[in-house]
């Protein structure tokens, strides 16, 4: 009986939930007091692997505001991944990133298998793993928001995709460990949803910043720009 290992995704970008599988387990080869102790260590090595470390992930909700599109057709269509700077979920600040696995035979169930999270996860009608964020109000977390992402900005599909392509930029081109730490914790993480706060001063730090790393993206920006006949 093999299941997959998930936990939950945060978007730093459109601050969504959804799920995002990390491995997967045999629970047929693991029974008795012995085999749980075995599935604990392998939920304990993935929490270790993803708590409070910031990944680029796939986003469906970023998917969709990319191309304009629904999840559903984005899966039939030839259109890359979007992938978006995203933490694991916590549900207490003490504690790691919450396990589930899937135990649904024909739709997705997430049940919690260990740390500290909902019990169950409740999925948007999207079909595409997105957590269905009014589902979180139960919790009564402070700063916790349960309300969907919205265009407020009424932005293009365009100008969502040059936010996370500089926001991706600056985070695979930060130097190294620390200044990438700097760069997320004290910049990025505290200004989510970026797409809510980007004009507040964050987007002329990320363009700096890439422009002071990565001259070569900026020159590519700039071409691409001339190429569409956008504004600088
Ligand atoms: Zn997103």
Same mark, same amino acid.
């Given at each position: 009986?093999?299941?997959?290992?998930?936990?939950?995704?945060?978007?730093?970008?459109?601050?969504?939930?959804?799920?995002?599988?990390?491995?997967?387990?045999?629970?047929?080869?693991?029974?008795?007091?012995?085999? @749980?102790?075995?599935?604990?260590?392998?939920?304990?090595?993935?929490?270790? @692997?993803?708590?409070?470390?910031?990944?680029?992930?796939?986003?469906?909700?970023?998917?969709?505001?990319?191309?304009?599109?629904?999840?559903?057709?984005?899966?039939?269509?030839?259109?890359?991944?979007?992938?978006?700077?995203?933490?694991?979920?916590?549900?207490?600040?003490?504690?790691?990133?919450?396990?589930?696995?899937?135990?649904?035979?024909? @739709?997705?169930?997430?049940?919690?298998?260990?740390?500290?999270?909902?019990?169950?996860?409740?999925?948007?009608?999207?079909?595409?793993?997105?957590?269905?964020?009014?589902?979180?109000?139960?919790?009564?977390?402070?700063?916790?928001?349960?309300?969907?992402?919205?265009?407020?900005?009424?932005?293009?599909?365009?100008?969502?995709?040059?936010?996370?392509?500089?926001?991706?930029?600056?985070?695979?081109?930060?130097?190294?460990?620390?200044?990438?730490?700097?760069?997320?914790?004290?910049?990025?993480?505290?200004?989510?949803?970026?797409?809510?706060?980007?004009?507040?001063?964050?987007?002329?730090?990320?363009?700096?910043?890439?422009?002071?790393?990565?001259?070569?993206?900026?020159?590519?920006?700039?071409?691409?720009?001339?190429?569409?006949?956008?504004?600088?």
């Amino acid at each position: 009986m093999v299941r997959e290992i998930a936990m939950i995704g945060n978007c730093m970008m459109c601050d969504s939930f959804f799920v995002n599988v990390v491995g997967i387990v045999d629970l047929a080869e693991n029974r008795g007091a012995k085999g @749980k102790d075995v599935l604990s260590e392998q939920y304990e090595s993935v929490q270790n @692997k993803y708590t409070d470390k910031p990944e680029l992930l796939h986003c469906p909700t970023c998917t969709e505001l990319v191309y304009g599109i629904r999840f559903q057709e984005f899966v039939v269509s030839d259109k890359d991944c979007v992938i978006t700077l995203s933490n694991f979920m916590k549900f207490d600040e003490e504690e790691a990133s919450p396990v589930y696995i899937n135990s649904g035979e024909h @739709k997705p169930k997430y049940t919690l298998v260990y740390g500290v999270g909902p019990k169950m996860l409740e999925l948007d009608s999207s079909k595409s793993g997105r957590l269905y964020k009014p589902s979180f109000r139960a919790l009564k977390l402070p700063g916790l928001s349960t309300k969907p992402f919205e265009n407020t900005k009424e932005r293009s599909a365009l100008e969502f995709k040059e936010i996370i392509d500089l926001v991706n930029q600056a985070v695979i081109t930060a130097r190294d460990a620390d200044e990438k730490k700097s760069l997320i914790e004290d910049i990025l993480v505290p200004n989510k949803p970026l797409f809510d706060n980007w004009e507040n001063g964050i987007d002329v730090t990320v363009k700096d910043f890439v422009r002071d790393k990565c001259p070569e993206f900026v020159d590519y920006e700039i071409t691409r720009r001339q190429i569409l006949d956008l504004p600088n």
